[in-house]
């Protein structure tokens, strides 16, 4: 049993909490939060240790690995402490909201050889990995496009903002939403190494972009659009897609659905000439345990796993979220020239 710890109860705290409590290979030993309300809650309805300052947690507790849910702000301090004392970790993303912060991290993390994994859990969907098998054969032929979109109902009027509307402590819409896409695309696509034309839109709130707007240029050539706006209320929640476009047809996938155009039929793999649609519910492997979607699960599980056999997690690892970092440094550098 891998014993593990998390610090910050919110919506995504409470979730791996779940997904740790139910999951055969971990012992649950503590959990962190500083609201005394989150923490009566625990102590009356469950048996696990609840602490309100983290180091006294590790300390008396002694995880092997701890996941950081907190705001961003927090992160580096307590990353970096966990992996000083040898603790495998699992950060929820944004990674950090500033690449001097990412990078001491990264490098700390390469030095203690742990296993570390940052949450962009729409690397573990089917729809995307399937998009990306399908990019790696060749599918589309040359691709001469990309679109990276994202759109959701966060920041809907002028007030009531959390504190992801927060400059120094959640990022704005770009650190929030724009960090999936970007990330999502360095995933499925190329790594983003340069940016142009950026916009930072506020729509309603006043410290923090609430949409984004860029060309953004991979490492491999390929040129294409990023589209993000927090503040759409056509969207009962945020929605996630990916575009590409190459001389043998285009592919269009998101959370549910993967479309394909193909102008010829590929015999190989199965599909016609025209469209054709493949279902996430046919390319989402059985997980242990369902929580908001198969995806949620899967992440914890690999990063369980590579533990559990001393392998690295490299398939959201530290260092790949630090690039998605960096390019969101050009985007904030490029939009105020």
Request: contains cysteine; charged residues 25%; proline residues 3%.
């Amino acid at each position: 049993m891998t014993k593990a710890a998390i610090i910050g109860l919110g919506k995504m705290g409470l979730s791996h909490c779940s997904i740790l409590g139910a999951h055969p290979d971990v012992d649950l030993v503590a959990v962190c939060d500083s609201s005394s309300l989150i923490q009566d809650a625990f102590k009356k309805l469950t048996k696990t240790p609840v602490y309100s300052d983290y180091k006294k947690m590790i300390e008396e507790t002694k995880p092997e690995c701890l996941f950081v849910v907190t705001p961003t702000k927090y992160h580096f301090e307590m990353v970096v402490y966990a992996l000083e004392r040898g603790i495998h970790v699992f950060c929820e993303k944004p990674f950090s909201l500033n690449v001097e912060e990412g990078q001491k991290m990264v490098n700390l993390v390469q030095e203690k050889n742990l296993v570390n994994q940052v949450g962009y859990h729409n690397r573990f969907i089917g729809t995307f990995n399937e998009m990306k098998r399908l990019l790696e054969h060749k599918i589309l032929g040359d691709c001469y496009h990309f679109l990276g979109e994202a759109y959701g109902p966060v920041v809907l009027k002028e007030k009531g903002e959390t504190w992801r509307a927060e400059r120094a402590q959640g990022g704005g819409c770009l650190f929030d939403y724009a960090s999936h896409v970007l990330n999502l695309v360095y995933y499925i696509i190329g790594k983003p190494i340069e940016v142009k034309g950026t916009l930072l839109k506020h729509i309603y709130s006043k410290e923090v972009e609430d949409a984004v707007y860029a060309s953004i240029i991979l490492e491999n050539g390929l040129t294409g659009q990023l589209s993000v706006n927090w503040s759409d209320d056509t969207y009962r929640k945020m929605s996630t897609s990916i575009r590409v476009e190459g001389k043998n047809g285009k592919m269009i996938a998101d959370a549910t659905e993967l479309k394909i155009y193909l102008k010829e039929e590929n015999k190989k793999e199965g599909l016609p000439k025209g469209w054709s649609v493949k279902y996430i519910t046919d390319l989402t492997p059985q997980v242990n345990f369902n929580l908001r979607g198969e995806e949620y699960s899967s992440q914890v599980d690999y990063f369980i796993d590579c533990i559990k056999h001393h392998r690295p997690s490299d398939k959201s690892s530290f260092a790949t979220a630090f690039a998605t970092d960096e390019i969101i440094d050009k985007l904030i550098i490029n939009a105020s020239n």
